[in-house]
């Protein structure tokens, strides 16, 4: 929906659901649901949104020109349902709702639904109101959806332009069926020996031999789109049969456009016997930068070649970073050299890769100030501070603090130096908070800053302080 006129098929329903939905997904309260709603039509406010609906005066359909109601089936890739239904006129929110639901009762890749699925939207291009009632026949990869317009002469162009979108969209349609095919042809194999996925996923049964030996005959003629589904499920397999997994995934890697992230499940699985084929594959530069993590892989096999190895690749692009972090794996000192230059690299999380490393190796580096502003977050913040917030780098982190110090006096290079040396150190979903006490003029007041590691090394950075410092620093501080 965008800002503006309201279009004459929507009703007050439609705009009520959009406001629940709000409040759970966003966990808004429900007058602050309902003023985002309306302001996302131009209103100020729930109460104004409202009284314009209901003093509008809508024309009624030509009688004799609508035609009749009409009802037709379409295939689409559920990854683009919403958006087809979207680019066709429809309001799509009351199939999101409809959908979340579906997600939740799914027990198959493509499934009917329990019972009647259906999704009443408003058309907002016509010129009265006109309803369109979306039911779900099929759930999945891909979704069948029937659709049943009220009004005949808009019907005819919803279908039209519903029918063209599916054509477009049939490439995506196939390749779905595939997927759905192939896990079809997983699940076969595992219900051969009483096995469920949710048994193999959580490690509580391995693949036997034979399973692992049908997987791999399902990698036959299969695009590489879909193979690396057949590559996660090596991770299923008992130590008995993880070298012969592994070695499959090697030559895997070696096929043209092998799956990006197949070096991630050779370095999950890696194990000493496969050490020679992990240093020929990264001698290879027709690899590129996917060698990145067969160098974590060599180290975990702690081969006596693994270390010079690596550290032949260091200067490769897209390789860098993680030949460092294997370097800090083995903890190799003899390459401490040739690590640390790149503490000044271009790249700020090569320089963090490297500053990591050398700890790791025992080997001198810049010590940041001790981290004594740290405190528990179950501390409640004062009441009266305000909060500024974004997900950001963590070479940010030190350029928005060094925002905050102009603003106050007592947040300097040192508080600033405290914090970001914690934010290198985090690892992924810790949180840390920090307190500090500063002035502003001439008063003293709290400045509370937190981090919560998002991903790797892109914290989502809090800083809690007066209304008058955040307003400055939202006007200081532009994210792109």
Known sequence: MSKGKIPASIELADLEGIAQWRERTFCEEKFKARNEVAKKWGQPNWEELVKTLKSRQLPSAPKGKSGRAGTFEVCLSRYNTFATLEKAGLDPQPYLRLEYKLMDEREAPVAKPKGKAMADCAYLKSDYPVRVHVQVVEYGLPTTLR?????????????????????????????????????????????????????????????????????????????????????????????GDQERAVRWLIEEFKRPKADDQLGVRIWEMAMPV?????????????????????????????????????????????????????????????????????????????????????????????????????????????RELEEWSAGVEVDDVRKILGEVGKLVKGFGKAEIAEVVGVAEEMEVEQTRAFRFRVKRNGKAEELWVTLYMDDIDSPDLAIFASAEVVARLEKRVKLE
């Open 274 to 382: 496969v050490a020679d084929d992990l240093i020929e594959l990264i001698r290879n530069r027709k690899y590129g930068e996917e060698r990145g993590p067969i160098c974590l892989a060599l180290a975990k096999t702690r081969n006596k070649q693994a270390a010079g190895v690596i550290a032949s690749v260091l200067a490769e692009r897209g390789v860098t970073r993680w030949a460092i972090q294997a370097l800090g794996m083995l903890k190799a000192r003899e390459q401490g050299a040739k690590v640390r230059r790149y503490l000044k690299d271009k790249n700020p999380d090569v320089r963090r890769e490297a500053k990591k490393t050398l700890r790791k190796m025992g080997m001198p580096v810049e010590i940041p100030p001790p981290p004594v502003h740290l405190v528990k977050l179950s501390r409640k913040l004062p």
């Open 147 to 239: 659709v049943q317009v009220s009004d005949g002469r808009y019907g005819r162009e919803i279908r039209k332009t519903l029918e063209a979108l599916a054509e477009k969209d049939k490439k995506n349609v196939e390749s779905e069926r595939r997927h759905t095919t192939l896990w079809g042809g997983i699940g076969g194999i595992l219900a051969k020996e009483d096995k469920t996925l949710e048994d193999v996923e959580s490690g509580k049964k391995k693949l036997s031999s034979g399973g692992l030996t049908r997987l791999i005959a399902l990698a036959k003629n299969l695009e590489p789109e879909h193979r690396n589904n057949l590559h996660s499920a090596c991770l299923w397999v008992s130590k």
